[in-house]
């Protein structure tokens, strides 16, 4: 009788045990569903949601973009922190293609791997600073998206520290603190970019060696 009753509860148990709540029904994301007006199931967040990790950040921290386009601006403060932290990152995941200086010709270039675009050129060198925090964030072309490596905030500094670096190779003579000009008043004529008050190269930190 008792090994009877024995049976009889682990046989209750073990008709409890499954998989059903893991294998749940479940929307994945952006699949399609007839329950809402728009056949989507990933639905925009309701006006006023506050992240709890964040608090009230405005969306176009995390597109690069507002009802205008492309942000011209970045949507934080550009400090010498922010700037040596995109500095920072930018080496480690965009300098194996990009180069420290921005050229395109990054170690793995060098070894036979596609050649971005250099960050040199008119068009990347008119574009925004939103525009690089979108590629970013989304990828483009070869490149895949590096949101799920680089929280917003790196986005941010990276691209800054890329319109910096643009900057860097076409900056005014006249705009280099004295220390530098008297340094490139130091190399031979044919060397230099900036002659009469044009533009000069800086080198980008980090050229060197590892090219």
């Known amino acids: 009788m008792r090994q009877l009753l024995l049976l009889s509860v682990l046989l209750l148990v073990l008709s409890g045990c499954g998989r059903n709540m893991y294998e749940q029904a479940r929307f994945e994301e952006d699949e399609p569903s007839t329950f809402f007006a ?6 925009p967040l309701p006006e006023g949601v506050v992240s709890r990790s964040r608090g009230a950040i405005d969306e176009v921290f995390f597109t690069g973009q507002d009802a205008n386009g492309l942000l011209a601006e970045p949507p ?3 400090t010498r922190e922010v700037l040596e932290r995109g500095q ?3 080496n480690i995941y965009c300098s194996p293609c990009h180069n420290y200086s921005g ?3 990054g170690m793995i270039v060098q070894k036979g791997f596609v050649q971005p675009a250099s960050f ?6 008119a574009s925004p600073v939103g525009y690089f925090f979108n590629v970013i964030t989304n990828g483009y072309g070869r490149m895949y998206s590096y949101a799920s490596r680089v929280p917003p905030e790196d986005r941010w500094a990276i691209a800054s520290y890329i319109k ?3 900057y860097s190779q076409t900056v005014p003579v006249t ?3 004295a220390e530098l000009r008297e340094q490139l008043s130091s190399v031979p004529q044919g060397d230099q970019a900036g002659q009469n008050g044009e533009t000069a190269q800086v080198a980008a930190p980090g050229e060197g060696a590892d090219e």
């Not at 040199?120 to 060198?125: G, I, K, T, Y």
């Open 38 to 43: 728009d056949g989507t199931s990933s639905q």
């Open 76 to 78: 934080l403060e550009i």
């Open 88 to 90: 920072e990152r930018y």
């Open 103 to 105: 050229n395109g010709q």
């Open 120 to 125: 040199h050129e008119e068009r990347l060198q």
């Open 164 to 166: 910096a670096l643009q």
């Open 175 to 177: 705009d280099l603190p």
